[in-house]
């Protein structure tokens, strides 16, 4: 019985703390999920758009989606690489930063 109502308690604060969360990234013009590839952009700019895909652990068509919609917002762009132009490497932006 404690179990079943500590899980509930648990499901309840992961529910409320989720749409806090969305609702403060929202306010930056963020979606959830974005946040993370940002973060990672942070740690390192101009990594390859695959080698963000398996940080954040997206399909590809979520993280092309995901980063069509941050160089909208003109956040993040992405380049040919240079070496191996069927790669794209994503760098933040001004706005990004």
Not at 31 to 42: D, K, R, S
Not at 43 to 54: F, H, M, S, T, Y
Request: aromatic share 6%; net charge negative; with cysteine.
């Amino acid at each position: 019985m404690i179990e079943s109502e500590f899980r509930i308690l648990l499901q309840n604060i992961s529910i409320q703390t989720r749409k806090n969360y969305a609702h403060e990234l929202r306010e930056l013009g963020l979606h959830i999920g974005q946040e993370l590839a940002l973060f990672h952009l942070w740690e390192q700019d101009g990594i390859p758009q695959a080698k963000l895909r398996n940080k954040i652990g997206s399909v590809a068509s979520t993280m092309s989606n995901m980063l069509r919609k941050l160089e909208q917002d003109d956040i993040v762009i992405r380049k040919p690489d240079e070496v191996d132009h069927c790669i794209s490497n994503v760098y933040l932006t001004e706005k990004g930063r």
